[in-house]
């Protein structure tokens, strides 16, 4: 599904530079790429993270199944191509939005290594922080929220990561949130914005604000 | 490819809204799709009206064949069934710029009337403003930039839009720009600018300073 087929697109770049947009917002655009099984916390995490951002004026956008298995993707099934494709167009889509100067948030179980490696390979360095939302399984079938993991055990549904499927554990992400250990999701994401806050990727503007409210 | 495979996806809200995004904007998100022949002028009066927008602080962004052929549509060739995928990820990407705040702008050639009516209809009343950039064909085939047309009428090219494909013109597009009659891309791009002010989709706060500066 992915080889080149657009051949002869001619190439030019447009006038405004991803400089004059983070001058504009007091921030670079960047890619959250959280990772992790179904009920690890994923989505919770990321939808707390641009609260927490946007609050204080940060340009964010959170890509998740909702947003895209029912739009851009709905063409899209559970084959191992199709879920190589998804999280091909997303890396795509978010890299769109990063160059945008958006700060854009994914939550998907994107399970496998080569996948979001090469979500991470068409960005510039440092404009893709892979984020490991890690649970235990354990914890992830007793939450369950949408009786995912019952119907995996039941084989009602097939191919289901971490009970049927495998998933690939990121072996060096930019931050580790282990939501076993800490549920809760205020100090989870607060993780996630000090990160932001750590690297660069904010104007001291921005910085000061976030310092004035605690962070 | 545009059935639904992705089934038992759970739908949720994000917490923040389109308004909440339009309140630190200053600004509705919109998708301003032009629309018209190869050489037509609709990237450069897209550019154009993008850097006029930004200027003023309004959060843009060009999605054109560039950043668009070479990555999310690059497995993507040039038959009908391709063709109309490619216009419906892009109609779906913008729907996703709308909603994240940002005025998108798609300067594609899309020649056919049902894609572009499928793009309208994925977003809300208002949020998609179809912009035809009309030229006549033997204004196209001189000005032939990219000696595209050339190419075309050896046959060089198969299937080209105006010369071996149809154009289906917009019946009711929001906006007409005639880059015939008119040829100076500032005053083209300013009818756009102009539409955005007296539509509705910007705030006081932009529109006084866009007076200011003489639209």
């Known amino acids: 599904m992915s080889e080149i087929k657009a051949t002869n697109v001619h190439w030019h770049k447009g ?64 084959s191992p191509e199709d879920r190589a494709e998804n999280i091909r167009r997303i890396g795509e889509v978010s890299k769109l939005f990063v160059d945008a100067g958006v700060v854009v948030c994914t939550a998907f179980i994107s399970p496998y290594r080569e996948d979001r490696d090469n979500a991470r390979k068409i960005m510039k360095e440092g404009d893709f922080i892979e984020i490991f939302i890690k649970a235990d399984l354990e914890t992830c079938e007793e939450r369950d929220p949408k009786g995912l993991y019952k119907k995996a055990l039941s084989g009602e549904i097939k191919d289901f990561t971490g009970i049927s499927a495998p ?49």
Chains 1, 2 share one sequence.
């Open 15 to 78: 006038n405004i530079t991803p400089s004059d947009r983070e001058r504009l917002n007091g921030h670079k655009g960047v890619c959250l790429w959280y990772t992790g099984l179904s009920a690890s916390g994923k989505s919770s995490i990321a939808v707390r993270v641009e609260e927490k951002l946007f609050e204080h004026g940060i340009r964010t956008f959170v890509l998740d199944g909702d947003n895209i298995r029912h739009g851009l993707n709905k063409n899209l099934g559970f």
């Open 167 to 215: 998933y690939e554990e990121p072996l060096n992400p930019e931050l580790i949130i282990n939501t076993t250990d800490e549920t809760d999701i205020d100090k989870n994401a607060d993780k996630v914005v000090k990160y932001l806050m750590g690297k660069g990727y904010l104007h001291s503007e921005i910085k000061e604000k976030l310092t004035r409210a605690g962070y």
